[in-house]
């Protein structure tokens, strides 16, 4: 039910913002670790996590400290100076994942299109690919933002109608394919194959048991680099620090975004070699408030936050929890239920198309007024992905809302 309050900030933004999004009739204004509230004070479990940004749970009281302590001294310098928060973010970041140098950004968008224009770079530099031949391969069914250069590697007709011509030298395969990846391979030209470990916005797709190994092999084999867009799957959210650390997969190119910042502002990174990121000269990239001192603070304590509360384990071990409770509805509802899978907090259930119109959209506004915050991905999927920091207990209590308002809408 829309209250007097909610109903004036659904009119204003429909008054005065682009239709772009269509979100769910809530009005939050207030978040706490897994939980967020509305402008009617009414209490949600908060099952998106920002399309995961909030990893580490909403306003997490270490990173909020950080960002106040370091916007009270100094937000922002641009890179035409040096400031003391940078370097050290920078030393910790490749101390944790293990490469040599990395490239601050904003958006997951930037740094995956950072990424792209590193292997070119690198294409032209080090693997001497012949002037402007260089191609980049993509999955089908990735996402890595909306910019002109990520639509022009997607394969979603709604993100790429009307908005052609689109960026060459990009090549799409399928996902999950070795065999259409090492045929790709066989042209000299191409400098990077960039895929998601897991496809999040495509649905959580999980590719096979053994296909990042595989992928990894044929791109050293061909001097290729591998590019693992981890801006989703990242940071704890698949049940280890990174979801490539699943099968010890280590790319040429790690692209880390959204929780980055614990869900507090805009921070995202390209981590690579020196042979790759020294390839870049000042004027030929850059960013005003990439790498600014508030985001550099932040970054930090939003990873060792991270590391410290064990939020990959915990998310590793709810995840599993979870995912035995949710597939009971398979076996209750074969006909309706399709499949239920994930990594750690990375879920999904998907159903069946239905006569009457998308199941997913309309079980996630049953959802909402069970109090849990979920989003559907296309007509018949929904994701679940809830802060790493949610309990046992709190997952046993949400999962029971799930089950019910599901069950009650199938029936």
Same mark, same amino acid.
């Given at each position: 039910?829309? *209250?007097?309050?909610?109903?004036?900030?659904?009119?204003?933004?429909?008054?005065?913002?682009?239709?772009?999004?269509?979100?769910?009739?809530? @009005?939050?204004?207030?978040?706490?670790?897994?939980?967020? +509230?509305?402008?009617?004070?009414?209490?949600? %479990?908060?099952?998106? =996590?920002?399309?995961?940004?909030?990893?580490? /749970?909403?306003?997490?009281?270490?990173?909020?400290?950080?960002?106040?302590?370091?916007?009270?001294?100094?937000?922002?310098? =641009?890179?035409?100076? &040096?400031?003391?928060?940078?370097?050290?973010?920078?030393?910790?970041?490749?101390?944790?994942?293990? %490469?040599?140098?990395?490239?601050?950004?904003?958006?997951?968008?930037?740094?995956?299109?950072?990424? @792209?224009?590193?292997?070119?770079? +690198?294409? &032209?530099?080090?693997?001497?690919?012949?002037?402007?031949?260089?191609?980049?391969?993509? !999955?089908?069914?990735?996402? +890595?933002?909306? =910019?002109?250069?990520?639509?022009?590697?997607?394969?979603?007709?709604?993100?790429?109608?009307?908005?052609?011509? %689109?960026?060459?030298?990009?090549?799409?395969?399928?996902? #999950?394919?070795?065999?259409?990846?090492?045929?790709?391979?066989?042209?000299? #030209?191409? !400098?990077?194959?960039?895929?998601?470990?897991?496809?999040?916005?495509?649905?959580?797709?999980?590719?096979?048991?053994? &296909?990042?190994?595989?992928?990894?092999? $044929?791109?050293?084999?061909? #001097?290729?680099?591998?590019?693992?867009?981890? @801006?989703?799957?990242?940071?704890?959210?698949?049940?280890? $620090?990174?979801?490539?650390?699943?099968? #010890?997969?280590?790319?040429?190119?790690?692209?880390?975004?959204?929780?980055?910042?614990?869900?507090?502002?805009?921070?995202?990174?390209?981590?690579?070699?020196?042979?790759?990121? $020294?390839?870049?000269?000042?004027?030929?990239?850059?960013?005003?408030? /990439?790498?600014?001192?508030?985001?550099?603070?932040?970054?930090?304590?939003?990873?060792?936050?991270?590391?410290?509360?064990?939020?990959?384990?915990?998310?590793?071990?709810?995840?599993?929890?979870?995912?035995?409770?949710?597939?009971?509805?398979?076996?209750?509802?074969?006909?309706?239920?399709?499949?239920?899978? /994930?990594?750690?907090?990375?879920? !999904?259930?998907?159903?069946?198309?239905?006569?009457?119109?998308?199941?997913?959209?309309?079980?996630?506004?049953?959802?909402?007024?069970?109090?849990?915050?979920?989003?559907? *991905?296309?007509?018949?999927?929904?994701?679940?992905?809830?802060? $790493?920091?949610?309990?046992?207990?709190?997952?046993?209590?949400?999962?029971?809302?799930?089950?019910?308002?599901?069950?009650?809408?199938?029936?």
């Amino acid at each position: 039910m829309h *209250t007097q309050t909610s109903q004036f900030y659904f009119d204003t933004e429909k008054e005065y913002g682009a239709f772009n999004y269509e979100p769910l009739p809530v @009005v939050l204004e207030k978040g706490k670790g897994i939980f967020l +509230w509305d402008t009617d004070g009414k209490r949600y %479990f908060d099952f998106l =996590s920002a399309y995961s940004a909030v990893n580490q /749970g909403h306003c997490h009281p270490k990173i909020i400290e950080t960002l106040k302590a370091q916007s009270e001294k100094l937000t922002l310098t =641009s890179r035409a100076f &040096y400031n003391d928060q940078l370097g050290p973010m920078e030393k910790f970041l490749c101390d944790t994942f293990g %490469f040599d140098r990395m490239v601050p950004m904003n958006t997951g968008v930037e740094a995956a299109e950072t990424s @792209v224009k590193l292997a070119r770079r +690198w294409a &032209y530099q080090i693997k001497k690919v012949p002037a402007d031949k260089a191609k980049i391969v993509f !999955a089908s069914g990735n996402f +890595w933002g909306r =910019s002109i250069g990520a639509i022009s590697a997607s394969t979603d007709p709604t993100s790429r109608g009307d908005f052609g011509p %689109f960026v060459p030298g990009f090549s799409i395969i399928p996902f #999950n394919d070795t065999e259409a990846l090492k045929k790709e391979l066989e042209d000299p #030209n191409v !400098a990077a194959f960039m895929v998601e470990p897991i496809q999040g916005e495509a649905g959580v797709i999980v590719p096979r048991e053994g &296909y990042l190994k595989e992928v990894r092999k $044929l791109c050293s084999e061909h #001097n290729v680099l591998l590019i693992l867009d981890e @801006v989703q799957t990242g940071l704890g959210r698949t049940g280890k $620090l990174l979801a490539a650390d699943h099968e #010890n997969v280590k790319p040429d190119l790690l692209v880390l975004g959204k929780a980055l910042s614990g869900g507090t502002l805009p921070v995202s990174a390209v981590l690579s070699s020196d042979e790759i990121i $020294l390839t870049l000269k000042p004027g030929t990239h850059g960013s005003t408030f /990439g790498g600014n001192p508030l985001a550099a603070a932040v970054a930090k304590t939003a990873i060792q936050v991270l590391l410290e509360e064990n939020l990959s384990e915990n998310s590793e071990a709810r995840g599993t929890e979870f995912r035995s409770s949710l597939h009971a509805l398979k076996s209750e509802y074969p006909d309706k239920v399709k499949e239920i899978r /994930g990594k750690g907090l990375l879920n !999904a259930v998907e159903f069946f198309p239905d006569a009457t119109g998308p199941r997913a959209k309309k079980i996630c506004y049953k959802l909402l007024d069970s109090g849990i915050l979920a989003k559907q *991905t296309h007509d018949h999927t929904i994701r679940f992905a809830p802060p $790493l920091c949610i309990s046992k207990t709190e997952l046993e209590e949400a999962t029971s809302l799930i089950l019910q308002t599901i069950r009650k809408t199938l029936d």
